[in-house]
């Protein structure tokens, strides 16, 4: 475990620093909305900005970036609340176009961990990919070496399957194998190692991912190899700071330690393992950012989304006895926490909390009919 307890911002900025300082570009987050590609509701990875980069479709500012991309995911929104899954995400990653490829975004990762954050080499595990017959597809036998060189020892570095091969961020587009590094919680947590039958305990977390991008998918699910072979990582931020924080829990990190506190003010629920209160903390994340970048509440498309989200909010609000509005209320401990980091947000802030309690006042209206629909 690493000596130093890192909060949520300095995570960020060392992530940062770090890349930069080995020559990558520090480029700005792009909006949840994406431009020009009609194969995304939402952005929902790091890359998915980029992917025009990767394609050769556009010449990127440099080959080497990093920046801190949020994201929008709402496949698993019921199960949002629990350890690990959260509908707005800060996915750290760093990407070469071009330039250099698997050995040194292994050697990177390891200096970033070992060296940067203070991880002992030994609580470290990584995954390849085992490759596919079926599509010809190799086993990545070039990230096995490299982690070995790197002196991970042959207990700790697994091949698995088709997990480790990384689709494209819409229907077609950039793909390939990738390489996972995970945590190591020791022995006196319940699970066992990727691959195994209790991977899905606690003891092992995901930390970072390593997308080497090969190949492009057409619509027809063919594989072309690119002409450049590129590097794309994503490191989910909660989920490291909640390393670096000694918990196994993503809601228990300082970020959502705070905003829970607040949702438990409005809402006069004073146990912050309520489920509810998580579910509130994470939404007004996720509201809040697709307001800022021009998101307003539909019946439609990415309105109904954001619609959706908010109800969600506020039904868990009512199911805790809360009544009148509430959830515009977290804008401001919201922006407390993140308006640093995403200064757009601090600066949306009367907008977002306007259509927030717009939106609550209205369902709210016909919260019996409305509480009817959302169970079904």
């Not at 096995?144 to 700790?156: C, H, K, Q, S, V």
């Amino acid at each position: 475990m690493p000596d130093k307890t890192w909060n949520s911002s300095e995570v960020r900025d060392l992530f940062l620093s770090f890349f930069e300082k080995n020559a990558h570009l520090r480029v700005p987050a792009a909006g949840l909305v994406p431009k020009n590609d009609p194969t995304l509701l939402y952005i929902n990875s790091g890359m998915a900005p980029l992917k025009d980069y990767f394609t050769g479709a556009a010449q990127p500012p440099s080959k080497t970036m990093v920046n801190v991309q949020p994201c929008i995911r709402t496949r698993d929104i019921d199960d949002v609340g629990d350890r690990h899954h959260l509908t707005l995400y800060e996915m750290m990653g760093q990407w070469s176009i071009g330039d250099y490829f698997k050995e040194k975004a292994c050697q990177l990762s390891v200096e970033l961990l070992v060296e940067g954050f203070g991880f002992d080499l030994s609580k470290l595990f990584v995954t390849c990919y085992g490759g596919d017959e079926a599509q010809g597809i190799p086993r990545d036998i070039e990230s096995y070496n490299a982690w070995r060189e790197l002196g991970f020892p042959e207990e700790r570095v697994v091949f698995l399957g088709n997990d480790n091969f990384w689709g494209p961020a819409g229907e077609s587009g950039p793909c390939g194998p990738c390489t996972e590094i995970f945590y190591d919680h020791g022995a006196d947590i319940p699970g066992g190692p990727p691959g195994s039958p209790d991977e899905d305990g606690d003891r092992y977390v995901e930390i970072w991912n390593l997308v080497f991008m090969q190949y492009n998918r057409s619509a027809d699910g063919s594989l072309k190899d690119l002409p450049k072979p590129s590097v794309d990582t994503g490191m989910g931020l909660e989920r490291l700071a909640a390393v670096q924080q000694k918990v196994t829990n993503n809601y228990d990190i300082d970020l959502f330690k705070n905003l829970i506190a607040a949702a438990g003010k409005v809402t006069g629920c004073d146990d912050p393992g309520n489920k509810s209160l998580r579910v509130i903390a994470d939404h007004i994340r996720s509201t809040s950012f697709l307001i800022t970048d021009g998101v307003v509440p539909s019946n439609e498309g990415r309105g109904y989304v954001l619609r959706r989200i908010i109800r969600r909010a506020v039904r868990h609000g009512h199911m805790l006895g809360t009544e009148g509005a509430f959830f515009y209320k977290l804008v401001a401990p919201l922006v407390a926490e993140m308006g640093e980091a995403y200064p757009e947000l601090a600066k949306a802030q009367q907008n977002v909390e306007s259509v927030l309690r717009t939106e609550e006042e209205r369902f709210a209206e016909t919260l019996e009919t409305g509480m009817g629909i959302l169970n079904q």
